[in-house]
Nanobody
Framework: EVQLVESGGGLVQAGGSLSLSCAAS????????IGWFRQAPGKEREAVSS????????YYSMSVKGRFTISSDKARNTVSLRMNDLKPDDTAVYYC??????????????????WGQGTQVTVTV
């Protein structure tokens, strides 16, 4: 059974930083992709970033590009999202998702087949 466990959420002031981690287990694909998505209250879920372990290709949404950095540790099946210069608009529940069929990932939810439970990130003014 595929499991994705997010960690690292919390409360931070605007301008601060947080790092999220996603630990994936229960699958046998050598190449896979992990995406980060977020959902703020009253809003639709949106893509944040993704990375493919096949070649390290990373994608970022325009709203976080230049502030967030995604990285992967393939040996540990863990993907991290470093979030700098956080803004109140970054407040949301952050979810990681796994694409272990295509291994490409990207910013479209349709490519992802498994999801974590989410971790709350709250940015105060």
């Amino acid at each position: 059974e595929v499991q994705l466990v997010e960690s690292g959420g919390g409360l931070v002031q605007a301008g601060g930083s947080l790092s999220l981690s996603c630990a994936a287990s229960g699958f046998n694909s050598d190449d896979y992709a992990i995406g980060w998505f977020r959902q703020a209250p009253g809003k639709e879920r949106e893509a944040v970033s993704s990375i493919s372990t096949r070649d390290g290709t990373a994608y970022y949404s325009m709203s976080v590009k230049g502030r967030f950095t995604i990285s992967s540790d393939k040996a540990r099946n863990t993907v991290s999202l470093r979030m700098n210069d956080l803004k109140p608009d970054d407040t949301a529940v952050y979810y990681c998702a796994l694409d272990h069929f295509t291994g490409v990932g990207g910013l479209e939810e349709v490519f992802y087949d498994s999801w974590g439970q989410g971790t709350q990130v709250t940015v105060t003014v």
